[in-house]
Nanobody
Framework: QVQLVESGGGLVQPGGSLRLSCAFS????????VGWYRQAPGKQRELVAR???????DYADSVKGRFTISRDNAKDTVYLQMTSLQPEDTAVYYC?????????WGQGTQVTVSS
């Protein structure tokens, strides 16, 4: 059974950086597309970034140029490097792994941007 475990969230000041990690287990990691979503209080969950199986990437307009998604297939891990963080980036961040019509989700990690 596929499991995803996020880590790396926390409290950061505006303008700061964080790197989120997502450890994958229970499947053949290289067969999955991966992504990060976030959900702020009172808002719907939204796509932040995704990396398809061919390594092409897609970002939300609000994070382009600030966030970078990457994966380490040797470690079965997905990363989200976040820079120039702003208060509006405050949310619970979720890792997802996708194959065919199946989506798998982590439990989420809180990112709070505040002075």
């Amino acid at each position: 059974q596929v499991q995803l475990v996020e880590s790396g969230g926390g409290l950061v000041q505006p303008g700061g950086s964080l790197r989120l990690s997502c450890a994958f287990s229970g499947g053949i990691f290289t067969m999955f597309s991966v992504g990060w979503y976030r959900q702020a209080p009172g808002k719907q969950r939204e796509l932040v970034a995704r990396m398809l199986s061919g390594r092409s990437t897609d970002y939300a307009d609000s994070v382009k140029g600030r966030f970078t998604i990457s994966r380490d297939n040797a470690k079965d891990t997905v990363y989200l490097q976040m820079t120039s963080l702003q208060p509006e980036d405050t949310a619970v961040y979720y890792c997802t792994a996708m194959i065919l019509s199946h989506d798998y989700w982590g439990q989420g990690t809180q990112v709070t941007v505040s002075s």
